[in-house]
């Protein structure tokens, strides 16, 4: 996922250099959906995946400020399990770039030793291929449920 993290804020940087009159317009929160594919490491489990998503949730997302919400789903029903989405709302393009560089603090904080810090990302990149999509969406306020 860390890697992930590098590609999609090189995209979201890249949206930053199109015009603000064209952005100012629009209206309702960002939305980022950003799909990703598991695998299973050697000795690997779903409980051991698990945990490691839910620390880095602990220690970093739900402590970072400008993430309205977050939400993770796995495939469920059929035999291809490996889609996983990865969804997380901020008020705004400026919120985007701003979680980002609020995660990299965050995760500095959450595992201040380099080098565990580095094992810990090394075991959880390990669940999931080194792939990914992103996209953004805008979410219409008036026609939302809260």
């Given at each position: 996922m860390k ?26 929160n960002?939305?980022n ?32 400020e ?19 989405l ?41 669940y ?11 979410t ?7």
């Amino acid at each position: 996922m860390k890697k992930n993290l590098l590609w999609a804020l090189l995209a979201f940087a890249f949206l930053s250099f199109l015009p603000a009159a064209g952005l100012a317009q629009l209206t309702g929160n960002v939305v980022n959906v950003q799909a990703l594919k598991t695998k299973w490491p050697d000795k690997g489990t779903m409980a051991q995946r698990d945990s490691l998503v839910s620390l880095y949730v602990e220690n970093v997302i739900r402590k970072n400020e400008h993430i309205l919400s977050h939400r993770e789903y796995t495939h469920f029903f059929t035999a291809s399990n490996q889609d996983y989405l990865v969804i997380e709302e901020y008020k705004d393009m400026a919120g985007v770039e701003a979680s980002f560089l609020r995660n990299t603090e965050l995760e500095k904080l959450g595992w201040p030793d380099e080098a565990k810090r580095k094992a810990y990302f090394d075991l959880l990149d390990s669940y999931f291929e080194n792939w990914h999509g992103d996209a953004l969406y805008r979410t219409n306020a008036k026609l939302s449920k809260n």
